[in-house]
């Protein structure tokens, strides 16, 4: 007997169902959730008592981050004008620090990223939380160092108040045992050594966070002027193999400075217009900053397989139908 289209779909829809619902009661979801409450409380804590001030965040924008990597896209129109959904607020965080009372900020900030299906894996989600900060007249070292300070205020918070939901789920907390600072390598340097896999294999033979510098990438991270075709960017690895979890650079400011990165990596001039204005008046401080993923970070706390376990709902790219 001939399988009727829709058939077959409300069969696949009644399989993803029972797997959605599975998912919202598995056993160890609200210990996970708990454990990422504390990470946030740790980080409001932290900024706070550092003077970095919260905004609240925005979602959708005529611009945003351009990213290094293609995504599906995705544009809204609002009153005859096209807006994306926030890739990330890159431009809103530097244009922010323009205000003269303002020194440092930062957002609880949720991004959309249409990742393709390829990149159903372990480290993607298409929408996400990250803790985007950015300091006017910041290098790469005050955010390195910030860096380290914030994540070894979260780890030893978490420590002392989840010990028990941290052991049930990981199993020890042992991997929260970080020493700082952490090293730095540069992806040349790293790349040289194990090829074009370098992050994944420092990261799963690393058993500290450690820095990686030095990637070409967006447009408004800063190239080293000193040491041209290198850049005053970097990420933050987790180690045992749980690979990035923050990115974030010196920012380019000068007009002259951000025409030159868009000539070179073809940028749409015309897409950002108005903030080529502002460069072109000067307005744009000079800034540095960086996003933390909050959900990579709670899988890294966890120890989960995969980030996808620790969202109530399917984000994993690739997953469809998704039904919620
Ligand atoms: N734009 C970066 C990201 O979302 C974060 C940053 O550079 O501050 O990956
Ligand atoms: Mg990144």
Redesign the pocket.
């Known amino acids: 007997m001939a399988i009727y289209r829709e058939d077959l779909q409300n069969e696949i829809e009644d399989v993803v169902l029972d797997k959605t619902v599975s998912k919202i009661k598995r056993q160890n979801l609200s210990t996970i959730l708990k454990i990422q409450q504390g990470i946030l409380r740790a980080v409001d804590d932290f900024m706070y008592k550092n003077g970095v001030v919260r905004m609240m965040p925005l979602m959708i924008a005529p611009v945003t981050?351009t990213l290094n990597h293609d995504v599906e896209e995705t544009s809204i129109t609002y009153q005859n004008q096209n807006f994306d959904v926030m890739?990330?607020m890159?431009f809103h965080?530097q244009l922010t620090l323009m205000n003269e009372g303002l020194e440092k900020i930062y957002i609880v900030s949720p991004?959309i990223r249409l990742e393709r299906a390829e990149r159903g894996d372990s480290r993607h989600l298409f929408e996400f939380t990250?803790i985007?900060f950015?300091f006017k007249n910041a290098n790469m070292d005050d955010i390195l160092t910030f860096i380290e300070s914030l994540v070894s205020y979260i780890f030893s918070e978490v420590k002392e108040k989840y010990a028990k939901e941290i052991e049930e789920i990981a199993g020890s907390t042992e991997h929260l045992n970080i020493t700082t600072p952490f090293l730095r390598y540069d992806t040349k340097d790293l790349e040289k050594l194990h090829g074009p896999d370098f992050e994944g294999i420092a990261s799963r033979q690393a058993t500290q966070p450690f820095f990686l510098t030095n990637h070409k990438r967006?447009f408004y991270?800063a190239e080293d002027l000193n040491n041209r075709g290198n850049y005053r960017?970097y990420d933050l690895i987790w180690p045992r193999g749980y690979v990035e979890g923050l990115?974030?650079?010196e920012r380019e400011y000068l007009y002259e400075r951000i025409i030159e990165r868009m000539d070179e990596l073809n940028s749409d001039k015309h897409r950002f217009r108005s903030y080529l204005k502002l460069a072109k008046d000067g307005l744009i401080p000079k800034t540095a900053?960086?996003?933390l993923g909050v959900e990579r970070m709670t899988r890294f706390v966890c120890q989960l397989p995969e980030v996808d376990a620790v969202t109530v709902f399917v984000r994993k790219p690739g997953e469809g139908p998704y039904l919620f």
């Open positions: 981050d890739k990330s890159i965080k991004n990250q985007d950015e967006e991270d960017n990115s974030g650079g900053g960086a996003g």
